[in-house]
């Protein structure tokens, strides 16, 4: 289980350590890879000798990296690869429903990126429903200013609608395509039953979503989702 100990660190203790492991590299223990921090994911081993992941490189305590896929996570697992590098008797940590680690970081990483889509909703940056997208994307057609956007589309779409929405994101130009989540899921990051169509307008809140979204994507190895998607500023 996830206990305080390991969630106790202030916020100005947290950014200025997760800024500092973004400039170094670190080693995956399972592959041997040599990769930038912001390029692995951080597990730490709390005092109670448990493995948990720590999504935000934020947590306190030496970090173990990996490769941020699912199968290299279990494999660590399976390998003792987090005992070898805390150089201790560690073990993984077991979710709050008896999942195992890897489960478990799928599940934070799902809600990781539907928090971020909350998150743009309450700025002001995310538009939902087919009329409110298809406006938005009319706005931006032939503009400079629709690079950047991300357009949703539930996994669970109708064909007929995902082609027309789609047909106007191609129009407009830079418009990232993101089709992970059911409509319920996104229905509940928009603040209503189900939602099909959304869209994260140009900006911050479009590079968060995009970047929580990649590792959720990466970390199911369905990075062809999102083929074609420049991720990066």
């Known amino acids: 289980m996830v206990t305080q100990a390991h969630l106790d660190m202030t916020a100005a203790e947290a950014g200025g350590y997760a800024a500092a492991t973004r400039r170094t590299m ?125 357009l949703l589309c539930a996994c669970d779409a109708g064909d007929d609608g995902r082609y027309k929405i789609s047909r106007l994101a191609d129009r407009a130009g830079g418009v990232a395509r993101v089709d992970m989540f059911d409509a319920d899921q996104l229905g509940a990051a928009a603040g209503r039953d189900h939602t099909v169509h959304a869209l994260v307008l140009p900006g911050g809140a479009a590079r968060h979503v995009l970047e929580t979204v990649r590792a959720f994507a990466v970390y199911r190895g369905e990075e062809a989702l999102l083929a074609g998607t420049d991720l990066m500023d």
């Open 26 to 150: 670190r080693r995956c223990l399972v592959t041997g890879e040599v990769r930038p921090c912001a390029e692995l994911m951080r597990f730490v081993a709390g005092p109670d000798d448990l493995v948990v992941p720590d999504l935000d490189a934020r947590l306190p305590g030496r970090g173990l990296w990996l490769v941020g896929r699912r199968d290299i996570v279990a494999k660590a697992c399976a390998k003792r690869a987090f005992a070898r590098g805390a150089k201790r008797n560690v073990a993984p940590m077991v979710g709050p429903d008896g999942e195992s680690l890897e489960d478990f970081v799928e599940r934070s990483l799902r809600r990781r990126a539907l928090a971020a889509l909350t998150m743009a909703r309450k700025a002001g940056a995310f538009v939902s429903g087919f009329e409110k997208v298809r406006a938005a994307l009319a706005t931006c057609d032939g503009e400079e200013n629709a690079g950047g956007a991300v």
